[in-house]
Each structure stands twice: as C-alpha cells, then as structure tokens.
C-alpha cells in the first residue's frame, strides 16, 4: 500500500493478516521435510529438514511460509505481509497481525510487516505481530516454525526504499535491530502442551525486528493514552 499523505491505523483497528501467507511448496521457507518452516530465522527440525530463512531484515515484504504435512494431517499456513510506504506521518494506536496459524501438523512461519513513514506517531496500545503460530504436532519443538520479520522506517528517501527493497544497506543510514517504541514481536513458534509437564516448548528461532532512519532524532511522537472518564 502506497500513500501520498498522512496514515492512521486506529485504536480498535486490526489490520489482520494471521495465515495469509504462502500456500504450497513454492515459498522459500517451505522446509523439506515434516517440520516447520523458515522466515526470519532457520526453523527448528533435529533432522535438519527445517525450512531456510529468507528475505530481508529491513525490508520485509514478503509474507511467512507454509509448513509441511505428514498424511492427511494439515499443515500450519505461514503469516501473510502487510507493506505501507506513507510519505506522510504514520499513526499507529491499533493492531498489525501477520501471524501464522495455528495447530497445523507443524507450524508455518510469521509473515513480513514492513511500514515507511516520513516521521510515527505512536500510542501505547499499538501492536506490530509476525509470530509463528501454536500447537505443532509435537510436544517437541522440533515442529515449530520461526517468526517472521518487522521492519518500521523514518525520514528517508526514495531511493533508500528502492536500495532496501533490493536488500542493499546504505551507509548513510542509520540501523537499530530493536523497536523500543512499539509493542513488537515475531516469536518462534511452539509445540502442543505436555500432559506430563503441562508445559509447552518452543523453538529458540524468533524473527527480526529493526527500525531504520535518515538524519537524527528517532521520528517518533508518543499519543499520550486517553485520559480516563
């Protein structure tokens, strides 16, 4: 989504994208065998047969994996990618979800958000999501998918969006792999509880998170949360 002016993602508004993701084995991240698939990061397989990771880090334009099925078990469908190049201030107060789904034979991986503004405006209650999802097959990890990739960016040209977009890194930026203004997460994805433990596993293979700007200053404004009645 391209926009010439300001944007607003409101409070109460959810930009929904949870298994919109890829479909079949043509994705990148689709593993090779039963397992989970990749995206931000490699998934988690003990026999290796886990799906690559892919795209890129500050530029996360394409949406999550599928993963792989075993008989007439279903697989877990990747996170789908939401992209909004604003030349205006871009307001964030509600949720952007690109998770994978859940219960699938294994998961599929966390899907792609990438969001360019001139400067942000952010309330407390904004969320970025590009989780894998819950509940593979197992009670092992070993069936779990990876996050997926967010990327927010201020301040810059077109050019460095075109050079991004192509995974290039200018060096006149500036690059911060964490977002510390935003509720953001692309987590790994996990396994089924344990009857024996009651507990659940996952897969020490999150996605990434950045934020990239030109210039000084971090581009971003708080909206002070409403005031109670």
Known sequence: LTVGADMVVPEGAAIDATG???SDSSSPGYPTGSCGAGHGGAAANKNDFHGRSYGYKYAPFLPGAPA???????????GGAFVLLSSGTVSLSGLVSCRSTDYGYSNGAGGGIWIVG??????????????SGVGGN??????????????LAAGLMDYDIAALAK????EDLTYTDSLDFITASANAGQGR???????????NRPGTITYVTRGEGTFVTPIPAPEPP
């Open 193 to 203: 509880v344990d009857p024996a433990t009651a507990k659940r596993t996952t897969a």
């Open 68 to 78: 792989s099925t075993q008989g007439s078990s279903a697989a877990g469908k990747g």
């Open 138 to 151: 197992s009670y092992d990890k070993n069936y779990a998918g990876t996050g997926g990739r967010i990327s």
């Open 20 to 22: 919109k993701g890829g």
């Open 118 to 131: 001139s400067d942000f405006r952010v309330a407390p209650c904004a969320e970025l999501v590009a989780d």
């Open 167 to 170: 995974g290039e890194t200018p």
